[in-house]
């Protein structure tokens, strides 16, 4: 019997954006803080930073292409109280000297330049993982979807775990380079190679929007 391999389907795909919050990529958020108050944590906010035009050049083609773009978010009650994710361990909680990710704070918020837009969906997850006790999954099926392209931050977190989330619900899985960051550059690239070798397909956004294109062009 044949073995027919199944890669990602471009054209019944969903761009998943991962914490894309002013905490973890606005100059003025809390990892921004984190770097200017302990510069010796080594938090890399440029690199941070560079992923937002990738991502929204992203976004934009996704809408052009009539396909689904889903935001994930990572927020949580001011005492943590919901958090599932070892947040102690990271200085976090009640007792830190400011709200981190905190519900109805503007470092939870989603930073201006990729607003969802009206009808999309805003996925809020307690840990790490954007499938794990969320609504995705089921978001992504009632569309049709088989295959997640994934950016964001940080890449050796909540974005692998969300990668890896999507393999143990059967999705293919596309991560876009350029368009993931870490506070730490060289624990990026580490942990790409990790999901080349099994996870996902890495690569680059102006390959995600070349396919994006050709399938468009296929339909028509």
Same mark, same amino acid.
């Given at each position: 019997?044949?073995? %027919?391999?199944?890669?990602?389907?471009?054209?019944?795909?969903?761009?998943?954006?991962?914490?894309?919050?002013?905490?973890?990529?606005?100059?003025?958020?809390?990892?921004?803080?984190?770097?200017?108050?302990?510069?010796?944590?080594?938090?890399?906010?440029?690199?941070?930073? !560079?992923?937002?035009?990738?991502?929204?050049?992203?976004?934009?083609?996704? !809408?052009?292409?009539?396909?689904?773009?889903?935001? +994930?978010?990572?927020?949580?009650?001011?005492?943590?109280?919901?958090?599932?994710?070892?947040?102690?361990? +990271?200085?976090?909680?009640?007792?830190?000297?400011?709200?981190?990710?905190?519900?109805?704070?503007? &470092?939870?918020?989603?930073?201006?330049?990729?607003?969802?837009?009206?009808?999309?969906?805003? /996925? +809020?997850?307690?840990?790490?993982?954007?499938?794990?006790?969320?609504?995705?999954?089921?978001?992504?099926?009632?569309?049709?979807?088989?295959?997640?392209?994934?950016? &964001?931050?940080? %890449?050796?977190?909540?974005?692998?775990?969300?990668?890896? &989330?999507? /393999?143990?619900?059967?999705? !293919?899985?596309?991560?876009?380079?350029?368009?993931?960051?870490?506070?730490?550059?060289?624990?990026?690239?580490?942990?790409?190679?990790?999901?080349?070798?099994?996870?996902?397909?890495?690569? %680059?956004?102006?390959?995600?929007?070349?396919?994006?294109?050709?399938?468009?062009?296929?339909?028509?």
């Amino acid at each position: 019997m044949e073995n %027919t391999m199944m890669g990602p389907e471009i054209a019944k795909s969903a761009l998943l954006i991962v914490d894309m919050e002013n905490d973890f990529v606005h100059p003025e958020g809390g990892f921004a803080h984190i770097a200017r108050e302990a510069p010796a944590a080594g938090f890399d906010m440029p690199f941070l930073m !560079r992923t937002i035009p990738h991502v929204k050049r992203l976004a934009d083609a996704f !809408r052009t292409a009539g396909r689904p773009v889903v935001y +994930i978010a990572h927020m949580v009650k001011p005492d943590y109280s919901d958090a599932q994710f070892p947040y102690w361990r +990271i200085g976090l909680g009640p007792g830190a000297s400011r709200p981190f990710i905190v519900e109805g704070t503007w &470092g939870a918020q989603i930073i201006d330049a990729l607003q969802p837009r009206a009808g999309e969906h805003l /996925v +809020i997850k307690k840990g790490f993982g954007g499938f794990a006790n969320t609504p995705l999954d089921t978001i992504l099926r009632t569309m049709g979807v088989t295959t997640c392209v994934v950016v &964001g931050v940080t %890449t050796c977190v909540c974005v692998s775990t969300t990668v890896r &989330g999507g /393999v143990e619900h059967n999705y !293919r899985m596309i991560l876009v380079k350029d368009a993931v960051a870490e506070v730490n550059r060289e624990t990026h690239e580490g942990e790409l190679q990790t999901m080349a070798r099994l996870f996902a397909d890495v690569k %680059t956004t102006d390959e995600v929007v070349a396919m994006l294109a050709s399938a468009k062009a296929a339909r028509n």
